[in-house]
């Protein structure tokens, strides 16, 4: 039985989304913007929805003393003459470096290791259980719980299987295995090498998305697993929607494995506009290598450079009002 889900997956309906954005600002501290958070409320969960089922929270950005040219009057202070110097020629800002956030939201308890492990494998193996579990780290989202578990671990069937969700609500991917099980799965199992440091895993850059071609801006999200070797330190992903760079996102790898998410509202998209994704490698010391590839006829793609870029086509879903985003 296949147990992975389809390469697309649009929300079951704006109707049962709720967005709920926490404050969007620059810690003066270290200079890194705090993430907002967009909250898509599930079937089963029991939440009170506004009209349209969105409620907004305005975001906030650095406040800073207006200048003399946004209006205010500038301070003058008494000085003695001094001679002429002079001019210097006036020297290029320093680039900010692009805004970060960190998927990775601590590690789970034992306990909770075996609870997750056990509502994954459930569906899949029966009563077995697992043999090894691994992996157990919670991740970001920008799901209604704000955090989900990740988990890994070893089946009696000799496939290594993982899971991202909380409770009985779990995606499941094989990401490691027994080869000759993974065949009579149909399943193709990723393997690093020389060119490819981080393999993704059959059914990686599942997408999320539910255009309702209104003036609301529209949630868009990415998921995936990637087998990594020691070569790979950390791997980012972010949006770019109508030209806009949105923050990278960024996993660290556990136990030879990396749970890579992204997400975006920034825009009310039109029929026909296209997005990108990208994906990026990163080495321990910051350097880029080589970006996943993809999977076609069982076998790895020819690496894409140092950044994999996805393109997604906003298309109207067939005997439906809403859009979704086509990656083919």
């Given at each position: 039985m296949k147990t992975l889900p389809p390469a697309e997956r649009p929300l079951p309906g704006k109707a049962e989304i709720l967005e709920r954005i926490l404050s969007d600002t620059t810690a003066p501290a270290t200079g890194r913007r705090r993430q907002g958070w967009l909250v898509p409320v599930g079937a089963a969960a029991a939440v009170a929805?506004?009209?349209?089922?969105?409620?907004?929270?305005?975001?906030?950005?650095?406040?800073?003393?207006?200048?003399?040219?946004?209006?205010?009057?500038?301070?003058?202070?008494?000085?003695?003459?001094?001679?002429?110097?002079?001019?210097?020629?006036?020297?290029t800002p320093k680039q900010r470096p692009a805004a970060e956030i960190d998927l990775n939201a601590g590690s789970l308890t034992a306990a909770q290791k075996a609870q997750a492990a056990q509502s994954c494998i459930a569906p899949q193996e029966g009563p077995h259980r697992p043999t090894a579990i691994s992996h157990g780290i919670k991740v970001?989202?920008?799901?209604?719980?704000?955090?989900?578990?990740?988990?890994?671990?070893?089946?009696?069937?000799?496939?290594?299987?993982?899971?991202?969700?909380?409770?009985?609500?779990?995606?499941?991917?094989?990401?490691?295995?027994?080869?000759?099980?993974?065949?009579?799965?149909?399943?193709?199992?990723?393997?690093?090498?020389?060119?490819h440091p981080a393999a993704p895993a059959e059914g990686t850059g599942a997408t999320w998305a539910f255009v309702d071609f209104d003036r609301l801006p529209d949630q868009l999200a990415r998921d995936g697993w990637y087998r990594v070797d020691d070569r790979v330190a950390s791997m980012r992903q972010r949006w770019v929607v109508r030209g806009r760079t949105g923050p990278w996102f960024v996993a660290e790898p556990v136990d030879?494995?990396?749970?890579?998410?992204?997400?975006?509202?920034?825009?009310?998209?039109?029929?026909?506009?296209?997005?990108?994704?990208?994906?990026q490698v990163l080495g321990p010391n910051g350097e880029l290598l080589d970006a996943p590839a993809g999977i076609k006829g069982g076998r790895l793609t020819a690496s894409p450079g140092t950044t994999r870029v996805d393109r997604g086509k906003v298309v109207r879903l067939p005997g439906a009002p809403q859009g979704e985003l086509d990656f083919n």
């Open positions: 929805l506004v009209a349209g089922g969105i409620l907004v929270a305005a975001t906030r950005h650095d406040a800073s003393a207006p200048s003399p040219a946004d209006g205010a009057p500038a301070s003058v202070e008494p000085t003695t003459p001094t001679t002429p110097t002079t001019p210097t020629t006036p020297t970001r989202t920008w799901g209604v719980q704000r955090t989900e578990d990740t988990i890994a671990f070893t089946s009696p069937n000799g496939l290594q299987y993982a899971c991202v969700g909380n409770g009985s609500m779990m995606t499941t991917s094989i990401v490691g295995g027994d080869p000759a099980v993974a065949a009579e799965n149909k399943t193709v199992l990723p393997v690093t090498d020389a060119t030879g494995l990396v749970f890579l998410r992204s997400w975006d509202r920034s825009a009310a998209l039109r029929l026909g506009e296209e997005v990108r994704v990208e994906t």
